[in-house]
């Protein structure tokens, strides 16, 4: 990198900071942080639980924003002042290579994180995997993306909770549903809502044969307790049963496992992941209360659909991204024709293009 480049990159990186300050405007922020702390210490504060949970929630949020936009203010003032005294061909240059491509991919990050404005973007996720029809082909993807969901989880710093996991019969997974807890999970995680494909020599086909599979992936953001679901007991049945583990394997000696049923709607939900019956219902009742707000997102948008003339089909045929093995190595995105060649990286987590180039997509529509 010469010198002409890096001005030509402080420059970018100034002109980003400077749009990010006008469309954050960190003095109201500012502004309405105080008045939150200002009410999270008066003495009557807890007295309404829910309320004061949403408070110091959007409170950690506000603070969170602005930490992280001094952050890189503070970074661009260090870079500077870095170049200034570098020379090309020094330790000192490529520290200073090493800074701009730091500050490149957090610049991005909290760009992205700006668009991350829905109701529940900042919510942590939960993540149900279902594979299709293929048997123990398609159980093993499932699995496969399991992995990849941990991995990319891992990656960002996201603690990864199994509320339930439903071995396949000789491999991979029948089903599982994930908690992904960190800031934003769902806000980046919900662009994997969809249909995953699989083209690849089946490692189960003696006669190696190409084989496509599908999983599909469902994406639901976590409820707090602060937000009002109030689910009658009349309106759900619920279910008790000894769980299993994989291979068929007892977990549990006492009925554990948990299925409620919303009689409404018909929505089925299973936990069986802790050995405590208590445990595993709380459980499903989130991942429960998560599906019906889903299901109110859902209709919201099919509202907003339809005033724009516009329909998606959600079937099975209409998987939003192919993973080639074979015959060559391609991972494509069909809503965005973001691709990469490297299908061993995107296996082991590393989805942020994908995701990054969905949410733009999303973004720039919103906007034309």
Known sequence: METYEVNKIIAFFKESIQDLNKALQPSKLESQYKELSKEMQEPSFWLNTKQAKKTAKDATAIRQKLDDFYHLEMKLKSLVEWFEISEEGTEEWIILEQDIDTLQKELKSFELETILNGP???????????????????????DMLYR??????????????????????????????????????????KAERGVHRLVRISPFDSNARRHTSFASCDVLPEISDDIDIVIKDEDINIDVYRSGGAGGQSVNTTDSAVRITHLATGIVVTCQNERSQHKNKDSAMSVLKAKLVQEEIKKQEATVKNIKGEQKDISWGSQIRSYVFHPYQMVKDHRTNYEVGQVDLVMDGEIDGFINAYLKAGDENEQS
């Open 120 to 142: 529940y973007d900042y919510n942590n996720a939960i993540i149900e995997l279902h594979p299709g029809a293929g048997g123990t082909e398609s159980q093993d993807w499932c």
């Open 148 to 189: 990849m969901y941990t991995r990319y989880a891992q990656k960002k710093r996201y603690k990864v909770e199994v509320l339930d996991y439903q071995a396949g019969d000789e491999a991979g997974i029948k089903s599982v549903t994930i908690l992904i807890k960190g800031p934003y999970a769902y806000g980046y995680l």
